[in-house]
């Protein structure tokens, strides 16, 4: 199923797509704002994002549905509150058969602005980018120790290509664990240049390059596609 949002006032659109339900459970997915060259990238991005969001569920052994929310509009964009307040209400219309979160282009903070319109959101009692950057490294410890009979990341180079939520959140942890053969790239440099300022020995290569780079992991923290 897929929900048109739109507000013509406010000049609001998004997309809610529910790729599985389950007739006694929610379906699940977070939430994401992005600059999308056109209204049919939104969708295309929803309708992908949900149907690994229904592969993650059965992966994991839930049994809830997989679901993604999409806001077209820049995170940046100086209607980003009232965007948040629409969206929330068009999620409190579906009466929970779509339960969400935070992803790329929301933060923390917004999740208080979304609860005001609807109590079908979660990620108030844990940090999101926490358990998902925890859940990273630990696959990569698994990975080396398949690899190379041994999980200590300290002794490996790593390609991160994206330096978002994500991204810098596994940069720190690989850090502070010892690594200092790290390379980033990052469609916006100024990211870049931060991450390097806080990890001197970190190198940045280019957004074109980042995939050939001879390291023992590369780990795409970017966009899909």
């Given at each position: 199923?897929?929900?048109?949002?739109?507000?013509?006032?406010?000049?609001?659109?998004?997309?809610?797509?529910?790729?599985?339900?389950?007739p006694?459970l929610?379906?699940?997915?977070?939430?994401?704002?992005?600059?999308?060259?056109?209204d049919?990238?939104?969708?295309?991005?929803?309708?992908?994002?949900?149907?690994m969001?229904?592969?993650?569920?059965?992966?994991?052994?839930?049994?809830?549905?997989?679901?993604?929310g999409?806001?077209?509009?820049?995170?940046?964009?100086?209607?980003?509150?009232?965007?948040?307040?629409?969206?929330?209400?068009?999620?409190?219309?579906?009466?929970?058969?779509?339960?969400?979160?935070?992803?790329?282009?929301?933060?923390?903070?917004d999740?208080?602005?979304?609860?005001?319109?609807?109590?079908?959101?979660?990620?108030?009692?844990?940090n999101a980018?926490e358990f998902?950057?925890?859940?990273?490294?630990?696959?990569?410890?698994?990975?080396?120790?398949?690899?190379?009979?041994?999980?200590?990341?300290?002794?490996?180079?790593?390609?991160?290509?994206?330096?978002?939520?994500?991204?810098?959140?596994?940069?720190?942890?690989?850090?502070n664990?010892?690594?200092?053969?790290?390379?980033?790239?990052?469609?916006?440099?100024?990211?870049?240049?931060?991450?390097?300022k806080?990890?001197?020995?970190?190198?940045?290569?280019?957004?074109?390059?980042?995939?050939?780079?001879?390291?023992d992991?590369?780990?795409?923290?970017?966009?899909?596609?």
């Open positions: 199923a897929v929900f048109l949002l739109e507000n013509k006032d406010i000049n609001f659109k998004g997309y809610i797509s529910i790729h599985r339900n389950n006694t929610p379906s699940f997915g977070a939430t994401r704002m992005w600059s999308y060259e056109n049919i990238d939104g969708l295309k991005d929803s309708l992908r994002l949900s149907r969001m229904s592969y993650k569920a059965a992966l994991s052994g839930l049994g809830c549905g997989g679901a993604k999409v806001i077209i509009a820049s995170p940046m964009n100086s209607n980003r509150e009232k965007f948040l307040q629409e969206y929330s209400r068009n999620v409190d219309l579906l009466e929970g058969q779509f339960i969400t979160g935070t992803d790329v282009g929301l933060r923390q903070e999740l208080a602005i979304m609860k005001r319109e609807t109590s079908y959101i979660v990620g108030f009692n844990d980018v998902t950057t925890l859940g990273i490294y630990n696959s990569i410890e698994v990975c080396l120790q398949k690899v190379f009979s041994n999980h200590d990341v300290s002794i490996r180079s790593f390609a991160i290509q994206g330096v978002g939520k994500i991204g810098t959140a596994l940069v720190t942890l690989l850090y664990s010892g690594c200092r053969n790290i390379y980033i790239s990052d469609i916006n440099p100024e990211r870049t240049k931060i991450i390097q806080q990890f001197p020995s970190i190198k940045i290569v280019d957004i074109n390059e980042i995939h050939c780079q001879e390291v992991v590369f780990s795409p923290c970017a966009l899909g596609r």
